[in-house]
């Protein structure tokens, strides 16, 4: 029998989330702008040559929203990790701060727990993956109890498996349209950087290993290292420099990789008939100098917390932005390529400073490039500040909103303006 508990007070109340719906119907095609299509060797490459993003508009249209700033624990999100479309419209919501999955039916409401934190059947510990696979079956990833827990279509424990890592990251497991399990795992030996290669193994839901997928080689991004630790518990560390062109990769539930080197606006879909690259023209972004030192204290002030006395031994902050910040693939396979725009300053008090006076800050808007599954651009979504996509399938989207007072609330979305 389905629980009943008092409803959450933000149930469809949309108009109390701020959030910017863009764009509508999908304008006509500018004739300023063309795809061309080329082949180099066994490559295919599809270009989008002089769009404008605002010749094709995504929108996000809000549609649902639950959560609450002081309620019931069922609605008091700490951080929503991931949230995935059940069976009869329900949605699965992990909350990582409570490491808790729950789930709630299509209006918002609060049907059930699925497992907890512990070491018994259909428990978990650290989930680092979580996916509804094909049959509508549950899929975790618990990296603590080095296991793969599969619930049924109502959320109840079935079976687990073992699924050992040493490795811990978020978003390790991906269910693809075949019905196998895909797992984030290292493939080989640690490199002179300490880096250990990752690599998916695909798994049946049973458990079984059915092959490996390699990722293709991509160049590796310039850090800053210090040690930290006395005596016999000295540690060393590495640190991402911001605006540092991060190459990364994914996996497609169509079942294969997608990759970018993420210095140049170039995304390849590692399909098994031949690989295909997407790219884009887009404007060089640069870094104002004062942005670029202002970067630099504040990583300087960060490492020198653990290792007092650290100096700069990295390469400088960028004078540019890289043409990928990251991307995402979607349920139907659909690329969404994070870009980097333009930084605003913002004349506020940078709380991070402690040795000198009040510094401001730098951001930017955040937005995605759209791509189908045959290379062709379908539209730029700017996104509203303060808004998280998690799972995107059709024209219907899950996401996160925090609101001006840090309130996070799980709102399902309308993607407007894409093609049908």
Not at 12 to 24: E, R
Not at 131 to 141: K, N, Q, S, Y
Not at 144 to 155: C, F, S, W
Not at 170 to 175: E, I, M, S, T, V
Request: proline fraction near 8%; charge should be negative.
């Amino acid at each position: 029998m389905r629980q009943q508990v008092r409803p959450p007070s933000l149930i469809a109340l949309l108009t109390i989330v701020p959030l910017v719906a863009c764009g509508g119907d999908r304008p006509a095609a500018s004739t300023t702008w063309s795809t061309v299509t080329d082949t180099i060797g066994d490559t295919v490459i599809v270009r989008t040559v002089g769009a404008r993003d605002s010749a094709v508009l995504v929108g996000l249209l809000p549609e649902l929203a639950f959560g609450e700033s002081d309620g019931a624990d069922e609605y008091t999100f700490g951080y929503v990790g991931n949230v995935l479309p059940a069976t009869a419209g329900d949605v699965y919501v992990w909350d990582a701060q409570a490491n808790l999955l729950r789930r709630y039916d299509s209006t918002g409401h609060f049907v059930r727990q699925i497992g907890r934190k512990g070491g018994g059947p259909g428990e978990y510990d650290r989930p680092i993956g979580l996916d509804v696979m094909p049959d509508g079956r549950l899929a975790i990833w618990d990296a603590g109890q080095q296991r793969v827990n599969i619930y049924d279509t109502a959320g109840t424990f079935v079976s687990s498996w073992r699924a050992e890592t040493n490795v811990f990251m978020q978003d390790g497991l991906l269910a693809d349209s075949a019905g196998r399990l895909n797992l984030q795992l290292p493939v080989g030996e640690r490199d002179d950087s300490g880096d250990v290669p990752m690599g998916v193994v695909r798994y049946t839901a049973d458990g079984t290993v059915l092959d490996t997928l390699f990722p293709p080689p991509l160049p590796t991004p310039g850090t800053l290292s210090s040690e930290g630790g006395s005596g016999q518990s000295v540690s060393s560390y590495r640190f991402y420099i911001e605006y540092v062109p991060q190459p990364s990769w994914s996996v497609s539930p169509l079942g294969y990789l997608v990759s970018t080197p993420a210095d140049r606006y170039a995304i390849t879909l590692g399909r098994p008939d031949g690989p295909l690259r997407i790219e884009r023209d887009v404007p060089v972004v640069p870094v104002e100098a004062a942005e670029r030192s202002w970067i630099e204290r504040r990583m300087t002030r960060m490492v020198q917390r653990q290792s007092p006395g650290w100096r700069w031994n990295g390469p400088p902050v960028p004078a540019t932005k890289p043409a990928v910040d990251y991307l995402k693939v979607d349920a139907d396979g659909r690329i969404w390529v994070a870009r980097s725009f333009l930084s605003q300053r913002v004349d506020n008090v940078d709380a991070d400073t402690s040795d000198g006076p009040p510094e401001p800050r730098w951001r930017s808007r955040a937005g995605y490039d759209v791509f189908a599954t045959d290379g062709h651009w379908l539209g730029h979504l700017p996104m509203p500040q303060g808004t998280a996509l998690l799972h995107m399938r059709g024209d219907v989207a899950w996401g996160t909103v925090r609101d001006s007072m840090d309130v996070q609330r799980v709102v399902r979305f309308r993607l407007t303006g894409l093609p049908k």
